[in-house]
């Protein structure tokens, strides 16, 4: 069993000896471990059983830092990082041969985040390397926004969890790359694009695909509990078990229901709130044994649209 505290020199330790811990950010918890350490990275894919050509996000604690493993920095890419980081923002840049190739699935580009988050940036100031951390869950899980989470999950495979309370984004970064003059999102996350738009203008928009080489990150199948979780309860109503059915809400119980089997995101009609609560409410319905669990789409404005595009990666159709 992994163990759950606040000790950073403790977390040091393991990481220097290549090994990986749990780290809390602002957006969800992370499997740390050496960037510069192609052992330590091998361990990441094999501990969260993700696949290789999936690549993992590199964290540092200041953007001066990252001349140490970036070779260019766009002009859009410097107002982004001035405006935005650290914070929920992920910038894909050329990377420099210290990143050994598996962090990068191989490309040239490496992605690279400032976490903002007391406990991780102390952590990252006192490392003399960047940490790769992807999501703390088995691949194909929906992410852990508290140390609790991380290790009922891989609390077997990690010795230590650095506790830093529950996640306040509570959704993953926002990744955002540069082709030419253009800025372009791959995924939508905590950072809204209202926010990115408003430093560097119109950017475009990356939708999730099966098979699309360009964008790896991009795996549609993500973030799904155990139980089928579906938006078309329209199909479901009239032969259901409605004891056996949950239902996750935005703000408001479905009359449709069972209000006991509901969670709301936010009864205050908040996007953030909603984004906070978004993968624990996931997860607390998946553990409770229903045969499905419906929800519903929210406003596709700020945060809305990382929350939806969770919550359509999650859904399976199920007629
Ligand atoms: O908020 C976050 O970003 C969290 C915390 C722990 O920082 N991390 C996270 O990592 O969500 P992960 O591995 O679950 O998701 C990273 C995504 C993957 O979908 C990956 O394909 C994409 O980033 N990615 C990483 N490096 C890339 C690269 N060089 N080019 C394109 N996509 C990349
Ligand atoms: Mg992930």
Redesign the pocket.
Known sequence: MAIIGENIQEAIRILAQNDLIG?P?E??????GNAFSATAVSKIFEVKN?PTF????V?TSDFSRINSFVSHIPDKAYELAKNFMPG?L?L?LP?KETIPDL???G?D???V?I?NHPLAISLLKQLDFPLA?????PFGYI?PTTALHVEKQLGTKIKYILNGGECV?G???S?V?FEGDEVIV??K??LAIESIESVVGKVRVMEHSNSNPQ?????KS?YAPRTPFSLENQHFLNNSHLEKVGFLAFSQINPSFLPQNQLLLSPEKSLNEAAKNLFSYMRELDERGFDIIFTELLPEVGLGRAINDRIRRATVPTH
């Open positions: 780290m950010t957006t969800v918890y992370g499997l740390a993700r999936d690549p993992l996000i964290h929920p992920t894909l990377k962090v990068t699935s490309l580009s490496v992605a985040r976490p951390a992807p999501s703390a869950n992410s984004v959704i993953e970064s990744i790359g791959y995924r996350g905590g964008a790896p990150g991009m795996l993500h």
